[in-house]
C-alpha cells in the first residue's frame, strides 16, 4: 500500500525532496535584488554598493553533527563558525559579520559556553569576522548551533556551481578523506590507540576552511565553477554537474589521501576511498578549470596554500559522475551524508 | 555552598548573564562597517551603498516556544517570518531578504512541511520578503526554526533603542496582553469555551508585524526609540531605559486592553495588567517622542494603522520602570519570559 501523500514523512521524502519543496516557495518572479537565491554555497545579493552582500547559514545539531564524544565545546565553537566561512570561499567571498543563534541546554555549563565562544572568537580573529548579533535561546534536551555569515565580494569574483564546462580539469585544493578517518576514531573512542593519527582528528574536529585559495581562485578569473566540500565528494561535484549540465570522471588513483588515512584504513580493513568520496566534512573547495589553464592553477594554489591542488578529473559531456578505476569506469552513486535517510 | 564556576550552569546565569558572556567576544575594537551589533532589534551595518543594512535573527523551538497544540504548522511558519519582521519594523527598516534554517524530526509529514510554507509564503508576499536560502536539517526529536531577515534603511531614518530622552512621551501601537491571552486559552484547551476570543488567539498564532508603522515613525524623523513587545513591556521598556540612561513610569490606568482580554481575565480570575505588562509575543512597537510632538504622532499613526496610538507613559530621570496606580506608584518587577529561568 502507498502511503497518502499526507501521511508521507519528511524521512520518506529524503533531504533533496525537501529542499525541492522548500525551494517551490522561493520567489515567483526573479526579486531584482538578488542575483543568486537557493541553490550555492551562498546566496548572492545587490545592496547598492559595489560589491555584492554574500550571504550563507549552517545549523549543527547536537546528536546529528556532533556528539560530547566527537567535538568538544572550543571546537564545536570553532567548527560552527568554520563550516560557513568554507561556503563563503567557495564563492570566492570575503566574510565580515557573523549572527550567532545558539538553543543551550539548561543544563550546559558557563566553562561550555565559555569554550564554545573561544573556540568561535578564535577562528573569527584569524579571518576578521565580527560577531554583530544572533539570539540565544533555551533548548530542552540537545544544543543547536546556527550562524549567519555575511561577506562580500566583487562582481566580477563570485564563482558558482554553474560554470563548468566540458573538458575542463576538475581539481581539489587538499586530501580528502581525513575528517571522515578522524571521525571513525573518535567514534571508536577508547577502543582504539588513535596515536598517529592526529591530524584526521584535527581534521574532523577543527577544519581550517580554504578561505584565502578560495578567495584568490575567485580572483584569478580562471575558475569557472566551485563548491566546497561538505557533504563528500560524489554528492557535491554532483551538484556542479546537475547546474552545468555536465557530467564529471574522476581518476581514482588521483584521489589525494594522507599516509595516515591509508594506514588506519589498512589497519580497521576499511575501503579508504570510501572514506575520499562520500565521508564529507573536508572542507576542501572543488572547482573546475580549462585543460590549458593547468599551470597557471598549480602555480596560484601553490603560491596561497604552501602545496599544489590535485587534478582528479575532467568535466564530461555524458550525464553522471563516473570512476576510472584499474578496473575500468563505474558510475558512482551519491553516497555523500544524506539528511532524513 | 556556592557553586564552582566550572560548574555553574546557564540555568544559574540566566539569560541576561548568557547574552554579556556572548557580548564579551563581541570585537575588541569597533569595526569599522558596523554601525550597531549586539543589543538592538537588528545589527545596523555599512555595505558600501547608500542605504544601511539591517539584519536580524530569532529561533523557535519547539517544546519552548510552541508546541501543536498552540501553533498549527501554517501560523508556525507565519510566526517564524513575523517575529523577525516586527525586529525589522521596531529599527524603522523595510525587510527583502530571507534565510530558514529549520530542523525538523524525520517523522514529521510533507503536509507539515507545506503548511508551514504556505505560512511562511503567505507573509512573505504580503511584504515582499523573498527567500533566499537556508539550511535543512534532521533533528533527532523535536523542530526549531532560525530565520535570519535582512533588510535596509535610509541611514537618517534608523531607530535604535537608545535614544529616549527624559520627558519624552512612551507610547504603544496597539493594544497588549492579547497574545498572552490566546496563549492560556490555547494551553487550557477544550477544557474552555473560546468562543468570542478569536481575536485573542490570533494574536497569539498570527501575530501582524507593525511593519507600515515602524517605517513611517523611522522617516518622521520624531521617534527618539522604538522597541518591539517580544518579551512583555516590563522587559522591553527596560531594554529602552538601560540604553537611553533613563527611568520609565507607566500610568495603569492607560495601558490598552481590549473587551475580550478583560472579559476572559473577568472569566478565569486573572490580573489582565499581568499580561497585558508582561505576557510578550504582542509585536506592537514601543516607542518615545517629545511630548510637544504628540499631536503628530497621534496622526501618523493613526492614518498609517487606522488607530491611534496609546500614550502610556513618561520617560524619567530616576532609575527604573514605575508603575502609577490608583494606590500609588510602584516599582515594576521585570517579569516578561525569561528564558533560563
Request: proline share 8%.
Given at each position: 500500500m502507498k502511503a497518502s501523500p499526507n501521511r508521507t514523512t519528511l524521512h520518506d521524502l529524503g533531504e533533496a525532496g525537501i529542499i525541492r519543496r522548500i525551494q517551490?516557495?522561493?520567489?515567483a518572479r526573479p526579486a531584482?535584488?538578488?542575483?543568486?537565491?537557493?541553490?550555492?554555497d551562498c546566496a548572492v545579493l545587490e545592496t547598492g554598493g559595489k560589491r555584492l552582500l554574500l550571504v550563507t547559514t549552517d545549523t549543527l545539531i547536537e546528536g546529528v553533527h556532533f556528539t560530547d564524544q566527537t567535538l568538544l565545546p572550543e571546537a564545536l565553537g570553532w567548527k560552527s563558525l568554520a563550516v560557513n566561512i568554507s561556503d563563503m570561499a567557495a564563492m570566492g567571498g570575503t566574510p565580515h559579520t557573523a549572527f550567532l543563534s545558539i538553543a543551550l541546554k539548561p543544563e550546559s555549563t558557563i566553562r561550555f559556553l565559555e569554550s564554545f565562544m573561544v573556540g568561535f572568537k578564535t577562528l573569527a580573529d584569524e579571518t576578521a569576522i565580527v560577531l554583530a548579533g544572533g539570539d540565544t535561546v533555551q533548548s530542552p534536551s540537545f544544543s543547536v548551533i546556527t550562524i549567519a555569515l555575511l561577506g562580500d565580494c566583487a562582481p566580477e569574483n563570485v564563482v558558482y556551481r554553474s560554470g563548468a564546462r566540458v573538458g575542463d580539469n576538475l581539481w581539489v585544493t587538499g586530501p580528502l578523506g581525513n575528517a571522515a578517518g578522524g571521525l571513525f576514531l573518535l567514534r571508536e573512542?577508547?577502543?582504539?590507540?588513535?596515536?598517529?593519527y592526529e591530524a584526521l582528528i584535527q581534521a574532523h574536529q577543527r577544519p581550517m576552511p580554504r578561505l584565502k585559495v578560495g578567495k584568490a581562485l575567485g580572483q584569478s578569473g580562471l575558475v569557472h565553477a566551485m563548491i566546497d566540500i561538505s557533504d563528500g565528494v560524489a554528492k557535491d561535484l554532483g551538484h556542479i554537474c546537475e547546474q552545468s549540465n555536465t557530467g564529471a570522471l574522476l581518476q581514482t588513483t588521483s584521489i589525494p589521501m594522507t599516509d595516515a588515512l591509508l594506514r588506519l584504513a589498512a589497519h580497521v580493513r576499511r575501503r579508504p576511498l570510501d572514506w575520499a568520496l562520500h565521508?564529507?566534512?573536508?572542507?576542501e573547495l572543488l572547482f573546475t578549470a580549462s585543460s590549458s589553464d593547468e599551470d597557471k592553477i598549480v602555480s596560484l594554489v601553490t603560491k596561497i596554500s604552501g602545496a599544489p591542488p590535485a587534478k582528479i578529473g575532467t568535466m564530461i559531456r555524458e550525464d553522471g559522475i563516473w570512476l576510472e578505476t584499474e578496473a575500468g569506469r563505474r558510475r558512482l552513486r551519491p553516497g555523500g551524508y544524506v539528511h532524513f535517510s
Open positions: 517551490e516557495h522561493g520567489p531584482s535584488h538578488i542575483r543568486k537565491g537557493m541553490g550555492d573512542g577508547s577502543s582504539f590507540e588513535p596515536s598517529g565521508g564529507g566534512e573536508d572542507y
